[in-house]
């Protein structure tokens, strides 16, 4: 079938992509003029504007929109919705905060129009792997874009089946689901993120302290090398913490274990935070979700001044002077408190 | 090759299984008679103690000791120990602490004897799918006994093969590697089970924050009721939280969504205790890991007093009277501080 | 001078008693008309709802709303600034979220009216204590109010001054400040009650080990039985962690050292969150204050789902059966990852 | 009473300076001269070594060691140990781990000689103010050496009394108590230093979220620049956070708010680190408290490993490319995962 696809960057252009490979036609715009160009020349009908996209599609439209979460989203959204007509669907399948979903979505629906909130995994292997994907909205638009979904979808592939699943929604082992009412499907998508937060950071200290167990801070003969990209590889087989994240870290471990290409500043994504503000809310513990969040912000210098809050109230109670340089790992001569 | 196994429980028993079902022959002791007798019926040389298992085996010998972790492997390692001859082996299959295995280790070495620490990984599906071994100590004996840990590895298998790993061992694509010295193949089982409690706790927390999506506690418009075994499911194929844990988790929901099989009562095992202690010792700052260890102490009630105290503070200052049944997820009507 | 005080509750009815024992003259108001009636035979004007209260104020007039943080808050600010004139100030002294007060205080603003968020820390002991009071709003509307914070402030007391404060605000050591603009008021009294809870919590985990120490699962050698009450009270004298929570805690345990009057569930107010949503979003690592916040949800068994899920997982991988009751702390003869 | 002070370091000089000042006679050694010397000028007995300090003392002997806790206490303690006859007494004031103290004891009672294990809180303060003393061992000690303590001890000041301590040992009111049996001074004053260590996390985060108020990173309506300096003397009084520990933070807040003379790097002592070891072996979750130790480690770069490990985890998933520099506050542009 046909969708407008907007924003061409590295997830919109491989989702036009891999829907062409399917049959699927794609209406293509983007400010970046090459970005449309490029696609047109793989078979995409490029447009100049929103305008010229919505005029190229036939009716019940579809524009999926994939732009960075925030305020070009919610401007894009609201201009297109402006120049579609009622039974036209909007799907954003950016990383939008699901309280926005559920907002925007109860303005697009006054005027006729459907919305999706489409959560989609995948990063830069979706387009040979396939895009994983929570769907937020209603029946009758997730229904009707179904092939399109379909189609992006990984497919139930080599992933053993589950048991117990008969009876259940057939689409799930395909890779895709729709999720619930507006909000859900970038709902779950967050949680997802927000799981891989702490499965990362899991990893990163489990890393961590299997290296420190050769630190020359510990007595000699308690010291253990450890070939730390072996140990990742080995677990790849027969472990409980099998998982897509070990594969990568055994890859990038076999490339150097000492990962000197990183300088270990770590960047973080609205989604982990929103998990944090949603257990907040609801009221769930999130202990480990959210010192992995807070470990990113750590990563970036940013408990500076706390820290140096510990250091006068230190010098105020012990007398204690900093360190010029970072102390060893084991204790300093028991200062005292 | 010949093998003697102590300790024919369930991890010992299989492992005894695939070792004959691969060619090789054992020797097998368990206090419990009935299990020795299981086992000799299906082709194992029976044992009616230590000093009889070691007289049916030829030198060099090589001896598994598969009991829990403490006292009992403790005797029973250093009983075996004047029972064999210089040249022998002992592998402790357990999870012992590593500390203890480089203490042990020194001991036997002064005989003459040889001693393996291998971590095991595998749980109830060791048998069928192999186990992930990770081993300390002297090169010699991990060598000669190479043929044991090939068999009871799992293998390559259709796990896809990890770039840049020409030229490393190729034991740890095989799932077994010779962590280090004596020491190292606990120390990495142990950092193993600490990333495992890390990843477990992170999926805990977000299926717990996907579920409470729907609480009444949140306003009607906000509620978003998720099917939490679709979303388990769709996350196996092309997302980034894709793990062994995950396919558990979504045959578990597939099963209950509501898990009312389960009281929430989550015992912990030494080795997530271990990988803290090592962290502290080694001054690496193991957030996410240690959390997931509290959060099991505070599944069974271990925080009782330290609530209570908070109560008491809050009478003290506030006059706050507890509430008598849990309160709702939403704050209460703004008590003060 | 002259102030209007609606909410008569613990809070509000304690501020216009101590106004009034400083000479200053009150016209109150409450939903309960007992609470009204009350503090008129102690000397209060009554008023029968917010016009009449309104109406016997001079201009210009200063109301102060002590009402629990909401809707019940927005609802009596905003139809109270239908009923002021311009120059009048309106004071929420409750604990309102800070972004509610910039907005508010943005609606006033265009009316003439001034806003003061007030952000007040005393509780049961304020009326004799005096109260802590942290103040947000135009500097007009502060100084003209100056009498009434004065007033209410615990003033500088017997607490020893600080050195260097010279040419600094000296209303902070009277125990009130201007913090700031709108906002920063009731932003200041939520970092107070974050902070609080992240101390508290420090509190209760320490007595809470302490106590443990005479715990049946350690090895009776190791034993150590310690009256936690008379180590509260020892900290009192001489100790880093001298504070008034440790007090409070030193006659909870006097009276009582195994608390049996408390269950131990634990509340929490809105400030502990926004105090975790405020460093989520400024990207401030604050593990323990959030920590401590999470504490408190587990305290109400809101963790119980998250703890199902674990225990499907280990029965998915290890056959683990949940214990029937929970198990003693030692660990469990070293249940297989 | 006599006392002979092993160690004159800034602790164990001002205990010895507080003794003489309340009339007793001390014998005091140092390995270095000067220290012996100075104090040897204000009326202490110098003592050219161990043997030399016993033999200066009067049966029944008293011996503080006053050294950091590690090799060289055990050295010492077991050293004099040998010098000493049946019925004397050794004091380990300094900061032992408490398991360290119930084994020395019971190598000293052997040989009739009694040890004490004093925990001791007064840093560079006690001097003036007394210092807060915690006492393991056996009464017949403890209560032989009561002026000792009485001395050393704050007293009971202007700290207003605990209700309903009447019945209660009175030692805990004069600032020292008899905590239990050997280990129970030490265990008494490691959880003191956990509880310093998390409210001084929870002080440093509150500061450091209320002062990133104000970052160029929150849209310009929302910032709010918070004068922290003032903050903390208000919250002096009235307030639930009143504090030792506060008023030192005002004190340092007062002279510079930006704490320009710290660079951030804090150190940890043993004891903080044994508080987790201790809540890890007894199974009480002490989040909080872990939390705050490891901020420290963080502080001083010990996790760059880990943030590494997710650095090449998000390139391998993701392709993003890690910033040069450290990212400000605000989410990225919503990196997908």
């Known amino acids: 079938m046909q969708l407008g696809m907007i924003g061409l960057g590295r997830m919109g252009g491989n989702i036009v992509r891999r829907l062409m490979q399917g049959g699927h036609s794609c209406v293509v715009y983007d400010r970046n003029a090459q970005a449309v160009e490029a696609l047109a020349s793989e078979g995409a009908t490029p447009a100049s504007g929103l305008a010229d996209l919505v005029a190229k599609l036939d009716a019940p439209r579809a524009v999926w929109v994939m732009l960075p979460a925030g305020r070009i989203t919610e401007e894009t959204v609201l201009e297109l919705a402006g120049l579609m007509a009622p039974g036209d ?21 006054e005027k006729g129009l459907h919305y999706l909130d489409v959560g989609t995994s995948g990063g830069v292997w979706g387009l040979e792997r396939g895009y994983c994907m929570m769907i937020g909205g209603d029946k009758e638009a997730v229904d009707r874009l179904d092939p399109i979904f379909a ?15 008969e009876g259940r929604d057939p689409r799930a082992e395909q890779g895709y689901i729709h999720a619930g009412p507006n909000g859900a499907g970038h709902y779950v998508k967050m949680i997802h993120n927000g799981i891989e937060y702490g499965m990362m950071q899991a990893f990163a200290e489990g890393f961590d302290i299997l290296r420190s167990a050769a630190s020359e801070d510990l007595p000699e003969d308690q010291r253990l090398p450890i070939d730390v990209a072996d140990v990742a590889e080995v677990w ?9 994240l070990l594969d990568l870290t055994a890859s990038a471990l076999a490339e150097d274990p000492d990962l000197d290409a990183f300088s270990g500043i770590v960047e973080d994504s609205g989604e982990g935070r929103w998990t944090v503000n949603a257990a907040v809310e609801q009221a769930v513990p999130a202990d ?18 706390a820290n140096k809050v510990l250091s006068a109230m230190r010098k105020g109670f012990g007398g204690h002077q900093e360190p010029k340089a970072a102390p060893a790992g084991t204790p300093a001569k028991a200062p005292r408190g």
């Not at 926005?100 to 697009?108: E, H, K, P």
């Not at 992006?152 to 117990?164: F, H, M, N, S, Y």
């Not at 790849?236 to 897509?244: K, L, M, Y």
């Open 89 to 109: 669907t909007i799907i954003d399948g950016g990383n939008s905060m699901y309280k926005d979903d559920i907002r925007r979505a109860a303005i697009l629906r």
């Open 151 to 165: 189609c992006l979808a990984p497919g139930i592939g080599e992933v053993p089946r589950t048991k117990g699943r």
């Open 236 to 244: 790849r087989r027969g472990s409980v913490v099998t998982s897509w």
């Open 288 to 305: 480990v979700l959210t010192a992995a969040l807070y470990a990113r912000f750590r990563s970036r210098g940013k408990a500076d001044y």
